[in-house]
């Protein structure tokens, strides 16, 4: 058997760009909104529950044609993991020869997951937030780091604000995001300040519980929420999403995967993809949520362009 190479954390940092990842994932989600047609095969992913150590593990497969990228993550979530000083999300990525079949690299998936999200959290904000100059970020782990990171890298964001549940996890973001981007940065006790001048607003915790409810915002706001991935978990109020235009990475996924979307039963106004394809309208001048769930599809794109930027290198 042959053995196949092997990319940790730092080769996925290097290889990946936010601006070439967001042009990739923008066509790719296109490719997936047209249908069958698009090239795009991902089946909902399939996920085990470990109820006894409130665990999960999803299996994630996914191919794209127009980027050659047929992949499968595994990942693993465990909100208990934080208080053992441990990630709570783990993954590994598999990637084939579309050709063959034959496993070509298998690469650390916890880069790509963080790299990937903000990445499409982006794509979401650069067609539906009106403004992208003040940012409120709910949360501090590894997901409102990343997206911090990509949205200083694409956008000119003037102001960051932090809140979190547990404050120290808000100051010590908030003392990594000034030293590294020399932007003003803003730690709030509540939800409510925090999010009251945001033009974009990032929502990216372990809550089971809506955290973002109905308070003064602007009201153009644009709400990216990535957390809440299970059908009874919620991180916004059922009345939020009512009362904003929602759209979502997939519709399958968000039917069948989130609760901010089953029990408000709020309505989807469509998938990111259709924006991108000028199939739906971009409502940039009212409130507006996109609800992430995470799909395959961007996994793969990832560790398709990871493998290709390591194959090149060691041509050079
Ligand atoms: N949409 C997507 O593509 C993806 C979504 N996720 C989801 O995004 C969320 C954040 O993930 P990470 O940043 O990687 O996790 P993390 O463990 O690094 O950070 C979690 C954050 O949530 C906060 N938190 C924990 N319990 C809370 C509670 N009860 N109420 C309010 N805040 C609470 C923590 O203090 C921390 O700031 C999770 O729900 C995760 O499953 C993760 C990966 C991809
Ligand atoms: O897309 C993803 O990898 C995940 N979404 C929620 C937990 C992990």
């Not at 249908?35 to 991902?42: D, H, L």
């Not at 909902?44 to 993550?73: D, I, W």
């Not at 404050?167 to 000034?178: C, F, I, T, Y």
């Not at 932007?183 to 974009?200: G, R």
């Amino acid at each position: 058997m042959n053995t196949i190479p092997y990319y940790g954390p730092d080769d996925v940092k290097v290889s990946l760009k936010y601006e070439e990842l967001v042009s990739a994932l923008e066509l790719a989600l296109a490719d997936f909104s047209k249908g069958p047609e698009g090239g795009v095969s991902q089946p909902l992913r399939a996920t085990a529950e470990v109820t006894q150590f409130n665990g999960f593990l999803a299996a994630m497969p996914a191919y794209v044609e127009s980027r050659h990228a047929l992949a499968c993550k595994l990942v693993t979530f465990y909100p208990n993991n934080s208080a053992k000083n441990m990630d709570t999300h783990m993954a590994s990525i598999l990637l084939f020869d579309e050709t063959s079949g034959l496993p070509i690299a298998i690469m650390d998936g916890e880069v790509i997951t963080a790299m990937r999200t903000a990445a499409v959290s982006a794509i979401a904000t650069k067609y539906l937030a009106e403004k992208k100059e003040v940012l409120a970020v709910l949360g501090s782990g590894v997901q409102a780091r990343a997206h911090i990171e990509a949205f200083v890298k694409l956008f000119a964001i003037k102001k960051i604000y932090i809140w979190n549940h547990r404050p120290n996890g808000a100051e010590h973001l908030a003392k990594h995001v000034s030293a590294s981007f020399g932007i003003e940065v803003q730690v709030f006790a509540d939800v409510e300040s925090c999010v009251m001048d945001a033009d974009v607003i990032i929502a990216a915790t372990f809550t089971t519980e809506p955290i973002l409810k109905e308070c003064a915002m602007k009201p153009a706001v644009h709400i990216n929420s990535v957390g809440a991935p299970r059908p009874q978990w919620q991180e916004l109020s059922e009345e939020l999403m009512n009362h904003s235009v929602v759209y979502v990475d997939s519709v399958v996924s968000a039917t069948k995967e989130s609760g901010d979307v089953i029990k408000s039963g709020a309505e989807i106004y469509g998938e990111i993809g259709q924006v991108v394809l000028g199939k739906i309208k971009a409502e940039s001048n009212r409130r507006t949520v996109f609800k992430s769930l995470g799909l395959a599809l961007e996994d793969a794109v990832a560790a398709r362009l990871v493998f290709d930027m390591m194959e090149q290198k060691k041509l050079t």
